[in-house]
């Protein structure tokens, strides 16, 4: 039996929900299957937000590098019950990947916060680093220079994030290097870790086990700024000047979502992605929180699109 001090509480809780939340179910579509990071850390928020927002939950709408559930929150009902998430690939990278989307990543959608940034590594097998003396970007590169056609390098797929990471290092650093497409960011370290391959740009939070293990080298961060859990090691624009590819990912509506309602939604998760619980649990994660305002993420967006343009024609990927 609900007592009356329990009941009184939980009447104020509700009470101090948006009006549109009330009694209703807020749902975040992840375009990426359970159990992955994007997966992971909406999870953590849908919880952190539960006293403002109300229950939310995560369905998870995986396929098409991740159209399919953002295409989804496209046609969705504007009334601040149903968000997305917004990622790399879908926002900058799959405009320019696939002749057609069945969204418009600049029209379809009113951005919400960023949520965080995840650094990608530039590794090499540490064995294979050894032998080939090989301890820093200006290493590589001078090893790349004095033997063209030697190097190779995996990742995840054609146009996948570590494909273009790769992809614009050989361009400024002025090598070659052979890509070796995997099926998948797993299979593509575990070739690393083989040996089949002498570099990857992996995500942090994927590679940092076995760059603590000593399996991996870590040479550098591809952000701007070095990673604060791993701060010893530079960044490839220390060597490379204006070197930048990230992770991303973060919260958007439907267009048409009223302002107000995207003001409180933003409060709301800016709050928690702020909180030092969730802090704590991202940096579990090798994860940054980047909370924004709407403006600044849409902003954002726009500038990686533009970005992921010249890197996607450099590469000549194409998936369909």
Known sequence: MI????AIALTAATLALPAWAQARTTRIVVPFAAGGPIDVTARILAEAVKDSLGTVIIENRPGAGGNIGVSQVAKAAPDG???GIATTASHGI???????LPYDPAK??????QMLRVPNVLVMNAETAQRLAINSVPDL?????????RLNYGSGGNGSAGHLAGELFKNQAGIFAVHIPYNGGNPAQLGLLSGQV??????LATAAANIRSGKLKALAVTTMQRSSVMPDVPTVAE???????DTWWGLIAPAGTPADVVAQLNAAFGKALQSPEVKSKFAGLMAEPAPSSPQAFGEFMTRERA???RVVKLSGAKVD
């Open 94 to 100: 799959n405009p320019w990947l696939f002749k057609q």
């Open 141 to 149: 590169i001078r090893y790349g220079k004095a033997n063209p056609g």
């Open 3 to 6: 007592s009356r001090r329990h």
């Open 239 to 245: 060597t490379l000047p204006g070197f930048e590819i």
């Open 81 to 83: 019950l149903t968000l």
């Open 198 to 203: 002498d570099f990857n740009f992996d995500n």
């Open 307 to 309: 970005k992921y343009e």
């Open 108 to 113: 379809d959608f009113a951005p919400v916060t």
